[in-house]
């Protein structure tokens, strides 16, 4: 969308584009962090039992992702904190 087609929207459809952005790159990034999650807990867990995840790389996974969930909410809300000061 162009300058001059934002200028002769109106405000609740100005609202309505930045809510449809903001939307987007939120699901942006929740895709980078995915993908960052299961290329890390992969390399660290799996590989070693060949072409199947055995108990202990199930497990391994399982908990890798906890602990990356786990510091993303510490971070989030340490700069959700920041922010409100």
């Known amino acids: 969308m162009d300058a001059a087609a934002l200028q002769s929207l109106t405000p609740e459809q100005k609202q309505a584009v930045m809510a449809q952005a903001q939307q987007q ?48 909410k510490a971070v989030q809300d340490s700069l959700e904190r920041r922010q409100g000061q």
Do not use: P
Request: aromatic share 4%; hydrophobic share 35%; charged share 25%.
């Open 25 to 72: 790159a939120n699901q942006q990034i929740i895709q980078a962090m995915v993908e960052g999650m299961t290329l890390s807990c992969f390399d660290k867990c799996a590989g070693t039992s060949g072409d199947r995840l055995d108990s202990k790389e199930q497990g391994c996974l399982a908990n890798c992702q906890d602990r990356f969930l786990d510091v993303r």
